[in-house]
């Protein structure tokens, strides 16, 4: 038996609405239709009685309580008038106190009213074919969150009318299981009797399955993103262990490798993941989509090292790094100059075609130069994020490979030029690299911005006064004066030089940075 409440996640109840009254007071034992409401007396104790005409507010509140003295379950009205607060007008206040005393539930249902008899009917009986209908609600709701374990759950909760969980079954209980990229993901439910039963097993392993990521198949497709971000920001000694666990998971980190690294500038920080999660799969539909010979300028004849390759031979992966939207594209061979035009193009539309879906985003992408092998993978992220445009212009651009930038990291692979900038550094790298990266990336912007801590803030996506407290404290630190030219000028070539060569990780020990850049 089904009380109200379990009766209304129904498949085929959608349309049926609550108004007054407990829903889970009394076990539904079957339906009827009712065209005369004086009749409601002599209705079977815990009948669905539906009303086939609508009932004038003076005759409900005797409807209600004839419904309640035969015990029914449910009074479903019909062809009502909405008031403004929310409820048929015909529902009077005292209408609604014999419900509650009466512990009868008053419904409003619209549409097809055969339907919902049969639905009804279906549910009480606890059928083969109201165990099919909650299956098939069940496949149409988790496969539409596949990947998200929490809104799957939900979901095959709604569709089953149960409460499903995730965690192990206990004593009582169905559960199942299903391998997942960070372990096996487990669902459980209360176990039920008959086609009932059947339907909350069948459901349970189709959602298991959806929670983690849509089964089997996909999970090494996640993993690959996964790995990658890992790639990205887990220090350089750790590289040939993840290229290698990469290899095996076929994400080609053996390739030449363009980054793109895209920012969601115009978001708060905690909305900034969310919204790049969401965007991801349709970036990657597009670039996919868009490459081919006819989408690559220059390609006229068959693919060769100094052309860009064709569709099938360019491939895009994807992970969410720091923030930020990391696109990866990995080329068999060196794409060239032409490929490297190619893919700031299709950077360019891809960036246009989100930003007209997101326009309160502020989208803006880096585009690095092409780098080979797992190592490449990192220098061209680590460029992508330093030619990521600050403030109004283009929300593409594309890192100078034969400019300043370049100029900067030739200068700074030099021993003398590393030990000028450890010394100039010093008091803030001995902070360590959580704290000292913040401080000089800030302290970039301001000197960048000609010592204007508002124009740093909109720059940095920070407030004036977190923009303000961080050059005081590097002054602090370094005792440095900011107003004089060479001290400005000293400062802004070790903070380019530093961050352009190594952004995420501004030192290793006190007093020293990094090696210098790799160039493969």
Not at 104 to 126: F, M, S
Not at 179 to 195: F, K, N, S, V, Y
Not at 331 to 353: E, I, L, Q, S
């Amino acid at each position: 038996m089904v009380n109200i409440l379990e009766l209304l996640s129904s498949p085929g109840l959608e349309a049926v609405r609550p108004l007054v009254g407990p829903l889970d007071a009394v076990e539904v034992t079957g339906v009827r239709l009712e065209p005369r409401p004086d009749r409601l007396a002599a209705i079977p104790a815990g009948t669905v009685a539906v009303l086939l005409a609508p009932v004038p507010g003076h005759l409900l509140d005797v409807a209600v309580r004839d419904a309640a003295a035969a015990g029914a379950a449910a009074l479903v009205l019909t062809g009502v008038t909405e008031a403004p607060h929310g409820l048929p007008a015909e529902v009077t206040a005292t209408a609604r106190a014999l419900a509650e005393r009466g512990r009868v539930a008053v419904l409003y249902a619209e549409g097809d009213l055969a339907a919902l008899v049969v639905a009804v009917e279906r549910a009480v009986a606890g059928s083969a074919a109201d165990a099919l209908a909650r299956v098939a609600a069940a496949a149409r709701e988790v496969t539409a969150v596949a990947g998200d374990p929490d809104r799957v759950a939900a979901a095959a909760g709604r569709a089953l009318g149960v409460p499903v969980e995730l965690r192990a079954a206990g004593p009582g209980e169905e559960g199942a299981g299903a391998a997942g990229p960070d372990g096996e993901i487990r669902l459980a439910a209360p176990a039920r009797p008959g086609h009932a039963g059947t339907a909350v097993r069948s459901v349970l392993a189709l959602a298991a399955l959806a929670a983690a990521g849509g089964g089997h198949g996909d999970v090494p497709v996640r993993s690959r993103g996964r790995l990658l971000a890992e790639l990205l920001v887990a220090p350089q000694d750790q590289a040939a262990r993840l290229a290698a666990r990469g290899r095996a998971l076929a994400l080609p980190v053996d390739g030449w490798h363009i980054a793109l690294r895209v920012e969601a500038g115009g978001l708060d920080a905690s909305d900034r993941p969310k919204a790049l999660d969401a965007v991801m799969s349709q970036a990657l539909t597009l670039l996919r989509t868009w490459d081919g010979p006819a989408a690559l300028p220059g390609t006229t004849t068959a693919p060769s090292v100094s052309s860009p390759q064709s569709a099938d031979s360019v491939q895009w992966n994807a992970a969410l790094v720091d923030d930020a939207l990391v696109l990866l594209s990995t080329w068999p061979a060196d794409p060239g100059t032409n490929g490297r035009r190619a893919t700031v193009a299709r950077a360019r539309r891809v960036v246009d075609r989100l930003t007209g879906l997101r326009p309160e985003a502020g989208l803006r992408c880096g585009v690095g130069s092409p780098h080979r092998g797992p190592l490449g993978i990192r220098t061209s992220a680590r460029e992508a994020r330093a030619a990521v445009p600050r403030g109004t212009g283009p929300a593409v651009a594309a890192h100078d490979a034969v400019g300043l930038d370049r100029m900067l990291l030739e200068w700074y692979a030099s021993d003398t030029a590393r030990e000028a900038v450890s010394e100039l550094l010093a008091p803030v790298l001995a902070l360590g690299p959580e704290r000292a990266e913040p401080l000089l990336r800030t302290l970039q912007g301001y000197l960048d911005h000609n010592n204007s801590p508002a124009r740093a803030a909109d720059a940095l996506h920070l407030h004036r006064n977190a923009v303000g407290a961080r050059i005081r404290k590097v002054v602090q630190l370094t005792g440095a004066d900011l107003n004089e030219p060479d001290v400005r000028l000293a400062l802004q070539l070790a903070c380019r030089a530093g961050l352009s060569a190594h952004p995420a990780e501004p030192a290793t020990t006190a007093g020293s940075l990094p090696d210098g850049p790799t160039t493969q």
